[in-house]
């Protein structure tokens, strides 16, 4: 953080990458500049010139007299995310502007200087772009003189408990604070699900628990079913997946009820087939089988009908 030297952070979408960039920021002594953040694969190679750079009145249709983000981030940070997705034209620019410190509004010939500090991020693999002759090597690597990796989600399980309890203090307040936390048949449905959306899908899923719940501790009840479902099969990408428990063969005491599929291809024929085996076990009592799946017997019941067994 105390450095100047440009910085590269790479990780999948919803990880965190802002984030990152925000707290080198705060933590540098250009904390009292402005933070100043572009992203860049919401504009067109022309747009994002100008939005970087300035322009002036005449440059082109509408143009105007204005400072661009790296003029605004005089004496700061300037954030660049999607990196990978700016056009040849513009990085051809940019190298100039990290080998220079100068610039050229659109438009104009006279050279302008700021001192920034450049963080950039992406969720793509630049050094293959780079061999695929998409994206300069000259300025990959002055972005690249440090490179932070941000893990998914689901690389670091251990971080779930506490990014959950943050968010939940954060949407508990928002919302009247008659939450006051998560159980723990709650929580480990949430660490065992995948998170293909990573920190930014765990805040929103938080938000909704909050929002939702009748207030108290958040329980299992709270957590959405494909949260649930998913975690029930140990449904880790890219890590060994969790088996789930053996299914009997065992019919059911009631005569009218289907038999468990032994072969389920669905998620659904899953969790359809785990909770008709738990009754069969249990013998059709179904307190006992809701204790056993670890739900309430609110949810069996529902779940029952559903599929209309009695």
């Known amino acids: 953080a105390k450095a100047n030297a440009s910085v590269l952070v790479e990780g999948p979408s919803g990880t965190g990458k802002e984030l ?37 009145k005449g440059a082109y249709t509408d143009a105007i007299d204005r400072a661009g983000c790296f003029e605004t981030a005089d004496g700061g ?27 050229q509004r659109v438009g104009e010939t006279k050279n302008r200087k700021s001192d920034f500090r450049l963080v950039v991020a992406t969720n793509r693999d630049l050094a293959r772009l780079v061999r695929e002759g998409k994206f300069r090597e000259d300025l990959y690597y002055r972005l690249n003189v440090i490179d932070i990796h941000l893990p998914a989600l689901k690389e670091r399980p251990g971080d779930i408990a506490l990014l959950a309890s943050r968010f939940l203090k954060e949407y508990a307040k928002e919302n009247g604070g008659t939450v006051t936390g998560i159980d723990a048949q709650a929580m480990k449905a949430l660490e065992d699900y995948d998170w293909p959306g990573n920190v930014r899908q765990l805040r929103n899923v938080i938000e909704k628990m909050v929002v939702l719940s009748g207030g108290g501790k958040l329980t299992l009840e ?12 140990g449904a880790r990408s890219g890590a060994t997946a ?69």
């Open 222 to 233: 709270d957590v959405p079913l494909e949260i649930v479902g998913s975690a029930a099969l």
């Open 77 to 103: 940070t300037i954030f660049l995310d999607e990196i990978g997705e700016i056009d040849p034209a513009v990085q051809v620019k940019l190298l100039r502007v990290l080998e220079t410190h100068t610039f």
């Open 242 to 310: 969790v088996q789930p428990p053996a299914i009997p063969t065992v019919p059911l005491t009631t005569p009218d009820a289907p038999l468990p599929a032994p072969a389920p291809s669905s998620l659904a024929d899953v969790e359809k087939s785990q909770i008709l085996a738990a009754l069969a076990t249990a013998k059709n009592n179904k307190s006992k089988a809701a204790i056993a799946l670890g739900i309430s017997r609110r949810t069996l019941h529902r779940k029952l009908k559903d599929w209309g067994v009695k």
């Open 20 to 56: 990152v960039a925000k707290a080198l920021h705060d933590l540098s002594p250009r904390a009292d500049g402005p933070f100043v953040a572009v992203e860049c694969s919401a504009l067109p190679a022309t747009l994002l010139e100008s939005e970087l750079f300035g322009s002036v």
